[in-house]
C-alpha cells in the first residue's frame, strides 16, 4: 500500500460535504479565479477551497491589515481577505504566474489598488515583528518530510526549516497535519514572540 496516497474516497467525501455547508457555491470571482489558472496553464497547486478560506478566517481574526504572501499562483483567498485599507504584497517567481493573478484574476476581483504582486523570489523572511504571524503551507508532503529515505529539495527544504526553528527562540511553532482535496499534508503555524 502507497502511504503517500493516504486520501480514500471518504476523506473526499468528507470534505466536499462540509464545504457543501460552509463553502460559497457560485462564486463568481473565485470561480473565475480557479477556471482562469487551469485555462492559463497553470499548475494545479492552489489551495483547496477548505484551506484557503481557514487562511483568510485566520487574517480576518487577527485583523490583519498587511499580509506577505510568498507564492502568488493565481490565488485570491488573501486579497479577499483584507480590510478597505489593508494591503496585499503578494511575491512570486513566476513571470505567468505573476501576470495571471496579477493582470487577470486580482483584477477581475476588484482587488488590484489593494495587493500588489511582485516578480521576485522569496529567499529568506527576517522582519516578522513581535506577535506577527507565518503560515508555511506543505510541510508534511505526505509524510515524505519525516521519512529519511525521501531527500527531494521540498522535504529537506522543510526539514532545514524545522532544524533552525528549533534553534530559534524567538519563534513558536505547531504543525497540524491534514487530509483533504490535497491528499495528505499539513500546515505550519508559527508566531513571532
Ligand atoms: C503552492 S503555489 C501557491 C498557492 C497560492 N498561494 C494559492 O493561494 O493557492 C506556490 C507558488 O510559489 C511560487 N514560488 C516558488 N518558489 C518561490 C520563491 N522562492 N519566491 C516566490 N514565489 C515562489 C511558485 O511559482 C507557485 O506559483
Redesign the pocket.
Same mark, same amino acid.
Given at each position: 500500500m502507497n502511504l503517500y496516497n493516504a486520501a480514500t474516497s471518504v476523506v473526499d467525501w468528507s470534505e466536499k460535504y462540509h464545504n457543501s455547508f460552509l463553502i460559497t457555491a457560485n462564486d463568481e470571482v473565485l470561480d473565475f479565479a480557479v477556471k482562469n489558472c487551469i485555462d492559463q496553464g497553470l499548475p494545479d /497547486? *492552489? !489551495?483547496s477551497a477548505a484551506q $484557503?478560506k481557514l487562511l483568510n478566517l485566520v487574517a480576518q481574526s487577527i485583523g490583519a491589515k498587511r499580509i506577505l @504572501? !510568498? $507564492?502568488?499562483?493565481g $490565488?485570491i483567498?488573501?486579497g479577499r481577505a483584507l480590510p478597505h485599507d489593508g494591503t496585499l504584497i503578494t511575491? @512570486? /517567481?513566476?513571470t505567468l504566474?505573476a501576470k495571471v493573478s496579477r493582470e487577470e484574476n486580482f483584477a477581475k476581483a476588484g482587488l488590484e489598488n489593494k495587493c500588489k504582486v511582485t516578480l521576485? *523570489? *522569496? @529567499?529568506s523572511m527576517t522582519n516578522l515583528h513581535p506577535g506577527g504571524m507565518i503560515i508555511v503551507?506543505?510541510v508534511v508532503r505526505y509524510g515524505q518530510v519525516s521519512d529519511m529515505s525521501v531527500n527531494d529539495v521540498n522535504s529537506v527544504g522543510v526539514r532545514e526549516m524545522l532544524a533552525t526553528l528549533k534553534e530559534d527562540k524567538d519563534i513558536d511553532a505547531t504543525t497540524i497535519a491534514t487530509v483533504g482535496e490535497r491528499a495528505f499534508d499539513g500546515f505550519m503555524y508559527a508566531i513571532r514572540k
Open positions: /497547486i *492552489a !489551495v $484557503g @504572501e !510568498v $507564492g502568488t499562483l $490565488g483567498w488573501m511575491l @512570486e /517567481i513566476d504566474h521576485s *523570489a *522569496a @529567499e503551507d506543505n
